[in-house]
């Protein structure tokens, strides 16, 4: 009789904790799928870049992506001060003509994103910015962390030279 009574305890423990291990699972999935059909009726259609008036009073921000494994079938979309510009996919570049003064570009993909960055255009000059996924080398085993707590910090973006 102990022995089936020992039996039932561990029954109802391991029942209880799968529940519980189950209800977070759920839970955690509801968030995810929140977020991201939230974010997806919240983003701007993606429009082309627009061209200043006058040509001369442009500068160009170009946006080289550096080839990964990870992410490597799907395109980053650039927003600068907020307004989707252009998409970006493993490997290539985009160039985005802005008008003279401080912008602040982001790139997303889903409800994951980049740092921002602050760029000065000037007339005639070209801002070069290069992004990556920090999903590289043993980092790829943290995609869900970085796709669940650590989204603003997903993607990396940096200064390269500027050349005019």
Request: glycine letters at 8%; one cysteine or more.
């Amino acid at each position: 009789m102990n022995g089936s009574g020992e039996r039932l305890a561990f029954v109802i423990a391991f029942g209880a904790m799968t529940g519980l291990l189950f209800g977070f699972l759920l839970a955690f999935m509801r968030r995810l799928l929140f977020r991201y059909f939230r974010d997806r009726t919240e983003r701007a259609p993606i429009t082309p870049p627009g061209v200043p008036t006058e040509k001369e009073q442009a500068g160009e921000i170009y946006i080289y992506r550096k080839p990964a494994d990870a992410d490597k079938l799907r395109a980053y979309t650039v927003l600068v001060d907020g307004q989707a510009m252009c998409e970006v996919r493993d490997g290539e570049t985009c160039t985005v003509i802005a008008p003279e003064g401080k912008h602040v570009v982001k790139l997303t993909i889903d409800w994951c994103e980049s740092n921002p960055l602050t760029v000065e255009t000037v007339s005639g000059s070209r801002q070069r910015l290069t992004v990556s996924s920090n999903l590289r080398g043993s980092r790829r085993a943290l995609a869900l962390w970085y796709v669940a707590f650590a989204r603003k910090s997903y993607l990396n973006l940096e200064r390269s030279e500027a050349t005019g």
